[in-house]
């Protein structure tokens, strides 16, 4: 099975993703990194695990579906059967979605359907919640929105400052996301609706 | 210190609540039950526990208000510190909010602010959730709104009946409403913004 790895950032998911690869927790082939952000620190990351990575200029696209349609065509060639979203920061249009439907995850660092959006740790913290978390999802047309994979929690112990905070939620996601991915690729998840059942 | 409960159905947290008053893990005054409905099953449990128990008619009131302020002044009567609501079926006025402010706790079956509102945890198990919870909270003019004093999350099992999970959070309903009752009658509480400290 292959993977893609899409992200426009510093790619800590990307990292814990590419060493569970590598160690063989999850048996695929991590095939390729795609990037809009030309200078996104996880191109460096991609470049040490000897992970190809394409970086596509948004400038050079005329809408969000003429720049997705490229990506999709990348994929397609590289013969992709999970994308994989760490930090990218764009909404994928209807049409990519469509053309990997349930083959396409997320990974969002609070318990969904709280805290949709950027910005989640530091609005979970704010609103003064005791307990957030980590929610990886396949994705569909809506953001933050398609058929939850697995969750974890975090507790905000007293006194936790926000840092501490982000800290554990970022630890958990290492954690989460390559467990996700390895599920699928074992082909042990059933979408049946909003339910993803783990066989 | 004096509580009084606002309830309108079966009453199974004021059955957990009656218990820890009891049994002196509160240890405080749990001076009288208020229903809005004749019929509650939560009556009989008052009576069984001996605890005061008034009925208010809401259909001879011509306004919230007018209902709101009626109550208040039994509250007040009674010299009640707080003000617990246990499946109260009614949305409190401003003005009696403003009389009892940060003396006034509810409880929420989800972990908010996801499932804000009725049937929450019917809505998490069709939002596909791996983990939902309870939630004890100040209140404030909002529905479901107010500082959080604590959660706890509950994990929907692989193949879990919406049943099962309705009796696990209710389980943790029947410990988290006296864990936070006995937290504020014995001062521990303080709130700054929206976050509340257990010191």
Chains 1, 2 share one sequence.
Do not use: W
């Not at 893609?4 to 160690?23: D, M, P, Q, R, W």
Request: proline fraction near 3%.
């Amino acid at each position: 099975m292959n993977i893609a790895v899409l992200a426009s950032g510093s790619g800590s998911n990307f990292e814990a993703i590419a060493k569970a690869v590598k160690t063989n927790y999850i048996k695929a082939c991590l095939k390729v990194l795609i990037t809009d952000n030309e200078k996104a620190f996880v191109r460096v990351r991609a470049k040490r695990f000897g992970i190809k990575d394409i970086f596509v200029n948004p400038k050079h696209f005329s809408s969000r579906v003429s720049f997705d349609k490229h990506i999709a065509k990348i994929l397609k060639n590289e013969k992709i059967n999970l994308v994989v979203l760490a930090g990218y920061m764009r909404v994928l249009s209807p049409y990519f979605v469509r053309q990997f439907q349930h083959q396409i995850m997320n990974i969002h660092p609070a318990l969904l359907p709280a805290f949709k959006g950027t910005g989640a740790i530091e609005r979970a913290y704010r609103y003064g919640c005791k307990i957030t978390g980590v929610t990886v999802h396949f994705v569909d047309e809506k953001v933050d929105h398609g058929p939850i994979i697995v969750q974890g929690h975090v507790v905000r112990g007293e006194g936790m400052r926000l840092e501490e905070l982000e800290k554990r939620v970022h630890k958990l996601e290492h954690i989460l996301y390559p467990l996700a991915i390895k599920l699928y690729v074992e082909r042990k998840l059933k979408i049946k609706g909003r339910n993803v059942k783990i066989i």
